[in-house]
């Protein structure tokens, strides 16, 4: 325990009494403020005020954002995924998820069986961490020879190319 942790603890201590809160301070403060990106499927303004309101009064949230046209629940706060997951497929009885997808430009391969996704919103393809098929898996990295040519040949290494 550092200085400044046990400065703060005596100074809370002077502020308000202890009532037995103080386990459920430590844990709270323990958690990391983290990004939660759940898929969840929105039909009307019903299902998004339905899904949004499923975890605003969730303790810890502390901005939940709702994209009907991607279907994606954002929740941002002090709080545990599998906790937001599991509240919202309660709550909402729908079928919930966590976001299956990365940007276009992260996936080497982009266009391999099984990472290309119609369903996708548009610049975004399936995580292939995700994917359980070590094979696709294996296709959508980019292999050791393929990186060594490519960047031979690119803009940014300028001494890469004798030819030019």
């Known amino acids: 325990m550092g200085v400044l942790d046990k400065l703060e603890d005596i100074i809370e201590d002077c502020i308000s009494p202890r009532h037995g809160n ?3 301070l430590k844990k709270i403060r323990k958690s990391q403020l983290q990004t939660v990106e759940i898929k969840v499927k929105i039909d009307c303004h019903g299902c998004e005020r339905k899904v949004r309101k499923s975890v605003e009064d969730m303790k810890g949230v502390t901005q939940a954002a709702v994209d009907p046209k991607q279907h994606k629940l954002t929740v941002i706060g002090y709080v545990d995924p599998k906790k937001v997951l599991a509240r919202v497929r309660y709550k909402t009885g729908k079928k919930a ?3 299956p997808y990365v940007p276009f430009d992260v996936v080497d391969h982009p266009y391999v069986h099984g990472v ?3 369903k996708a919103p548009p610049g975004y393809v399936r995580n292939i961490e995700l994917v359980p098929n070590p094979q696709i898996t294996n296709l959508a990295r980019a292999s050791s020879t393929e990186v060594k040519y490519i960047t031979a040949f690119s ?8 030819v030019m």
Not at 155 to 162: E, I, K, L, Q
């Open 97 to 99: 998820e966590m976001w």
């Open 155 to 162: 803009d940014d290494n300028a001494t890469g190319c004798s």
């Open 22 to 24: 103080k386990k459920k």
């Open 116 to 118: 290309y996704d119609r």
